[in-house]
Each structure stands twice: as structure tokens, then as C-alpha cells.
């Protein structure tokens, strides 16, 4: 997860008080893409699964976590981010997605049958970032929870799309360096107060 997205996981709760989001909070400025986040918010209001693909640290966890803010209120039963990024095995990619909804084990349950007992009848928005390392097991995941819950929506990242019948892949450009790269910078110096609160910046050409 980027050093500027803060994520502290609660302790898994009972069906009863499962919280409604988890989502990161994001601790800087989001800068510029204002052209994708109208297209991806498009997107998303006609797909059930989108994958934002694009090469490592070119910003789709930022921009995946900034347009899920703007959108939660449109998901009765919640907005969940599950991280995939510190996974390492293919067989506890759903039992993280299960911590990230709150699920606690069930006795004699798999955590399989326990995430599509949950979501099937909820409308739900569920962010599966980090996949390219887990692709096979986040796509097998992935069409078991659509199939299973047609109120569900899911917003993937990944380096490479997930392979999943009906997804839309989305390419995530890198900023450019005319104009919002430079904001980028200049917002980050600011922060780190090296740039004058007041200071603009003009964008080179």
C-alpha cells in the first residue's frame, strides 16, 4: 500500500457489527487526473468489474482509493478494500477478503461459503487491490463473488487485467509532466514545507 494511504485493520467483529467501509483514509492531496476519474467513474457505473491496470507505482491504488470515496454513498451494504499487496499464498487471498468485510470464522463454514453467504444479497463495492502476484487465485475470487452477488461491484488493481468474463480493463496513464506532475511535486513539497504555502507553479513547456 502507498506510504500516503493509511489502512488499520480492526479486529474481525460478528455478522451483526460488521462496519459499512474500510477504506483507507488518504493522508496528502490528490492531484490532478480529473479527466480519468470522470472515465472511471463512468466506467464503474456500467460495470460490475473494472481492473485498473497499468505498470507498479504509476498511482492506480490512489486513484482506485480516491474514486471509491467519491462513490460509497451509491452502495447500500458498504465500500471494503482488501490488500493483496503483503499475500503471499494463493489459498489466503479469500480469508483476507474475508478480514477485510469483518467475517469471523464459522464453525464447520469454509471462508469460501462464508464471504458468498454474506455478500449475495448486499450491494456492495469491494476494491481488490495489488493482484498481479495472485492473479489466478484473484481471479477464481473474483468470479465466484459476481456470480454469487448481483448487487456486487468490484474495482481491481492490477499490472495486468484479470482474465474475469464481462471485466473492463482501464489503463491507468502516468501524469504528465506539462501539468499535473508538476502540481504533484509542488504538493508534496509543500508538505514538506520546502515550497511556500502560497507559492503556484507554472507548468513546463
Given at each position: 500500500m502507498p506510504s500516503d494511504l493509511r489502512n488499520d485493520f480492526p479486529p474481525l467483529?460478528?455478522?451483526?457489527t460488521v462496519a459499512t467501509h474500510n477504506i483507507p483514509v488518504e493522508l496528502t492531496n490528490f492531484v490532478g487526473r480529473q479527466p480519468e476519474i470522470a472515465s472511471l467513474r463512468d466506467t464503474l457505473a456500467g460495470s460490475?468489474?473494472?481492473?485498473?491496470?497499468?505498470?507498479?507505482?504509476?498511482?492506480?491504488?490512489?486513484?482506485?482509493?480516491?474514486v471509491t470515496a467519491l462513490i460509497a454513498d451509491k452502495f447500500r451494504d458498504g465500500v471494503f478494500y482488501?490488500?493483496?499487496?503483503?499475500?503471499?499464498?494463493?489459498?489466503?487471498?479469500?480469508?483476507?477478503?474475508?478480514?477485510?468485510?469483518?467475517?469471523?470464522?464459522?464453525p464447520g463454514r469454509s471462508t469460501m461459503d462464508t464471504l458468498l453467504r454474506y455478500i449475495r444479497e448486499r450491494q456492495l463495492l469491494i476494491v481488490l487491490d495489488n493482484c498481479?502476484?495472485?492473479?489466478?487465485?484473484?481471479?477464481k475470487l473474483v468470479a465466484a463473488l459476481l456470480v454469487a452477488a448481483p448487487g456486487l461491484t468490484v474495482l481491481a488493481t492490477s499490472r495486468e487485467p484479470l482474465g474475469v468474463?464481462?471485466?473492463?480493463?482501464?489503463?491507468?496513464?502516468?501524469?504528465?509532466?506539462?501539468?499535473?506532475?508538476?502540481?504533484?511535486?509542488?504538493?508534496?513539497?509543500?508538505l514538506a514545507g520546502r515550497v511556500s504555502p502560497s507559492a503556484t507553479t507554472t507548468p513546463l513547456r
Amino acid at each position: 500500500m502507498p506510504s500516503d494511504l493509511r489502512n488499520d485493520f480492526p479486529p474481525l467483529r460478528t455478522p451483526e457489527t460488521v462496519a459499512t467501509h474500510n477504506i483507507p483514509v488518504e493522508l496528502t492531496n490528490f492531484v490532478g487526473r480529473q479527466p480519468e476519474i470522470a472515465s472511471l467513474r463512468d466506467t464503474l457505473a456500467g460495470s460490475r468489474l473494472v481492473t485498473l491496470t497499468g505498470a507498479g507505482g504509476v498511482g492506480k491504488t490512489r486513484l482506485a482509493v480516491h474514486v471509491t470515496a467519491l462513490i460509497a454513498d451509491k452502495f447500500r451494504d458498504g465500500v471494503f478494500y482488501v490488500d493483496l499487496a503483503p499475500i503471499t499464498h494463493p489459498d489466503v487471498v479469500p480469508v483476507t477478503a474475508a478480514r477485510a468485510l469483518g467475517l469471523p470464522d464459522q464453525p464447520g463454514r469454509s471462508t469460501m461459503d462464508t464471504l458468498l453467504r454474506y455478500i449475495r444479497e448486499r450491494q456492495l463495492l469491494i476494491v481488490l487491490d495489488n493482484c498481479e502476484h495472485l492473479l489466478d487465485a484473484s481471479s477464481k475470487l473474483v468470479a465466484a463473488l459476481l456470480v454469487a452477488a448481483p448487487g456486487l461491484t468490484v474495482l481491481a488493481t492490477s499490472r495486468e487485467p484479470l482474465g474475469v468474463a464481462g471485466e473492463a480493463a482501464w489503463q491507468v496513464p502516468s501524469l504528465s509532466l506539462a501539468d499535473d506532475a508538476v502540481e504533484l511535486f509542488a504538493d508534496r513539497a509543500r508538505l514538506a514545507g520546502r515550497v511556500s504555502p502560497s507559492a503556484t507553479t507554472t507548468p513546463l513547456r
